[in-house]
C-alpha cells in the first residue's frame, strides 16, 4: 500500500471512530431521528464535504462532493451535530500518527500563535461581535490560538475566541495539564503578545520546557532592560512579590502591583494579573542575538546550555511556520470563505480545515524530490498539493499512487534569501452573494 494510501486508512479510522463515539455520546435531544441509512446526507458525508470544500458557493461544491442535495439541506443537516465531533477526529487523527511526529534533540517543538478569521456579521453574538472608530457598524471576528507543530508541519491542538494573554494561559494550562501523547517532550516557542510574567511563571511551575521573544525597549521588564544591548547569553534570576514591606525593598524584589480587595485605587493606578504565589523566584535564560539588518532581538528560554545560542537563534525563526500554516489555512483550504453564517458553523469549518492541512502536510513528508542540477532548490507546490489532497479524499476509489506522482510534479522554487515587504490589509468576510466558483 502506498503512503497516501496508508494515510487515508488513518483518517478513516478516525472518522469513523469519531462518528461512533458521538452516537454513543449524542448531544442531540432525539439523536435517533437525526440520521438514518436512508438519508441522503449521513454524518459521514458531512465530514468529508466540510474537510474538502473550496471557496465556491454551495451550489457548486455540493456536486464535486457527489452529493445530489440542496445547500438548505446541509444547513439544516449541520445543526444537527457539534464542532467537537471534528475535535474527537483531530486528535484521533493525530494520535494515529504520532509516531511520524518529528523531534529536536527529544523535544516537540511546538509554535503558540493566533489568527482572525472573519465570520458573517451577526451583532447578537456578543463574543465575536467588534465594534470600533474606524468601523462603528461592527463586524464579526473568531480570534483562534493554535498549537502548531513546527517539525510535522501540523495543528496539534486550537482554541477559539481567545482575545488575550489571560485566554492564551488558560489555554495553555489545560493543554499542558492533559499532554499525555508520549512523543517528545514539549517546547512552546512564543512571539511576543505571550510574554509576561504570568506565562513565564506557568512555564516554570509546571517544568514545560519555553522559548519566548520579550520586548527590549520601552515596556520591556526591569530585569531584561537593565542588559546591554549587544549579542548575549546569561542567565536572569530575581523575585517577583505583590508587596512592598521594607524587607522586600531591601531584598531587591520586583514588584507587581495588583489590586487588593477593599482597597481603594486611583484610576491611574497600574494593575497587573498575578496568578501565583507572592514572593515567587524566576530563573530563565536570556539570549539576545542580532539580525542580518542590523537590529537585536531578545529571547527567554529554559533550554540548557547544551544547546547554544545560534541553535535557539534558529528554533525562534523556525517559528516562522506558524504564518505560512495560516496563509495556507485561509487561502489554499479556504478558511477565509466560510459557508456558514453561525458561530458553530464556522467552528466547524475551522477545525474541518485543521485536519485536511494535517493530512496534506503528512502526505507531503513522504515526498521526496528528485534532485537535479537546478538553479535553486525546489519544494512542493502547497497550493496545488492542497487541490489534489481535496480531490483525492472525495472518492474512496482515487488511487493513491496516482496522487502522489501528481503532487511531484508540481514544484514552486525555494528561494530563502529573497525579502518582501509585508503588505498587511485588512480582510472583511466574503458575502455569500459575491462568491465565484473555485
Given at each position: ?47 468529508r464535504l ?22 438548505s439541506?446541509?444547513?439544516q443537516?449541520?445543526?444537527k ?11 484521533r ?7 511520524d ?9 511546538l ?29 464579526n471576528?473568531m ?10 508541519k ?13 485566554d492564551a ?25 505571550y ?14 520546557d ?43 524584589y ?23 504565589e ?5 530563573k ?8 542580518d ?14 544547546i547554544?545560542?545560534?541553535?535557539i ?14 496563509r495556507?489555512?485561509k ?14 458553523f464556522a467552528?466547524?469549518e ?8 494535517n493530512?496534506?502536510?503528512?502526505l507531503?513528508a ?19 498539493a492542497v487541490?489534489?489532497c481535496?480531490e ?6 482515487a488511487d493513491?499512487?496516482e496522487l502522489?506522482e501528481m ?6 522554487a ?19 452573494v ?5
Open positions: 500500500m502506498n503512503e497516501a494510501d496508508k494515510l487515508r486508512e488513518k483518517l478513516n479510522t478516525a472518522i469513523r471512530d469519531g462518528i461512533q463515539e458521538w452516537k454513543e455520546k449524542p448531544l442531540l435531544d432525539e439523536p435517533t431521528k437525526s440520521f438514518n441509512r436512508a438519508a441522503k446526507l449521513t454524518l459521514e458525508n458531512m465530514v466540510l474537510m474538502t470544500m473550496e471557496g465556491g458557493v454551495l451550489e457548486d461544491e455540493l456536486p464535486k462532493a457527489g452529493l445530489d442535495v440542496t445547500p439541506a446541509v444547513s443537516c449541520r445543526k451535530f457539534s464542532s467537537e465531533l471534528f475535535e474527537n477526529i483531530l486528535y487523527f493525530n494520535r494515529l500518527c504520532r509516531d511526529d518529528k523531534l529536536y534533540h527529544g523535544y516537540r517543538v509554535a503558540v500563535d493566533g489568527t482572525a478569521v472573519n465570520i458573517a456579521r451577526n451583532p447578537d453574538d456578543e463574543k465575536t461581535f467588534i465594534k470600533s472608530k474606524k468601523n462603528p457598524r461592527g463586524y471576528q480570534t483562534v490560538t493554535v498549537i502548531y507543530d513546527l517539525l510535522s501540523t495543528f496539534v491542538d486550537y482554541n477559539s475566541i481567545s482575545r488575550s494573554e489571560r494561559l488558560d489555554f495553555l494550562l489545560v493543554w499542558n495539564d492533559y499532554y499525555k501523547d508520549g512523543r517528545g517532550r514539549p517546547l512552546f516557542v512564543c512571539d511576543r503578545g510574554e509576561g510574567y504570568n506565562m513565564i511563571a506557568h512555564f516554570l511551575k509546571s517544568g514545560t519555553f522559548l519566548m521573544r520579550v520586548k527590549q525597549g520601552k515596556g520591556a521588564m526591569r530585569e531584561i532592560a537593565k542588559l546591554p544591548m549587544e549579542e548575549l547569553d546569561r542567565d536572569l534570576e530575581f523575585t517577583l512579590t505583590t508587596t512592598q514591606t521594607n524587607a522586600d525593598k531591601a531584598a531587591g520586583v514588584f507587581v502591583q495588583t489590586r487588593k480587595s477593599g482597597k481603594r485605587y486611583k484610576e491611574s493606578t497600574r494593575n497587573a494579573s498575578w496568578r501565583y507572592s514572593p515567587f523566584h524566576m530563565f535564560r536570556v539570549v539576545r542575538v542580532k539580525l539588518n542590523g537590529s537585536f532581538e531578545t529571547l527567554v528560554t529554559s533550554l540548557p546550555r547544551s547554544s545560542a545560534a541553535d537563534k534558529e528554533l525562534y525563526h523556525a517559528r516562522w511556520g506558524i504564518e505560512l500554516a495560516f495556507e489555512l487561502y489554499s483550504i479556504a478558511l477565509n470563505r466560510i459557508h456558514g453564517k453561525s458561530r458553530e467552528t466547524q475551522l477545525v474541518a480545515a485543521l485536519i485536511t492541512a493530512f496534506v502536510s503528512r507531503a513522504t515526498i521526496v524530490i528528485k534532485k537535479k542540477n537546478r538553479k535553486h532548490e525546489y519544494a512542493l507546490n502547497r497550493r496545488k487541490r489534489l481535496k483525492y479524499l472525495r472518492h474512496d476509489d493513491g499512487a502522489v503532487m511531484s510534479r508540481y514544484l514552486v525555494v528561494r530563502p534569501d529573497r525579502v518582501n515587504e509585508r503588505n498587511l490589509k485588512p480582510k472583511s468576510f466574503h458575502g455569500f459575491y462568491r465565484i466558483a473555485s
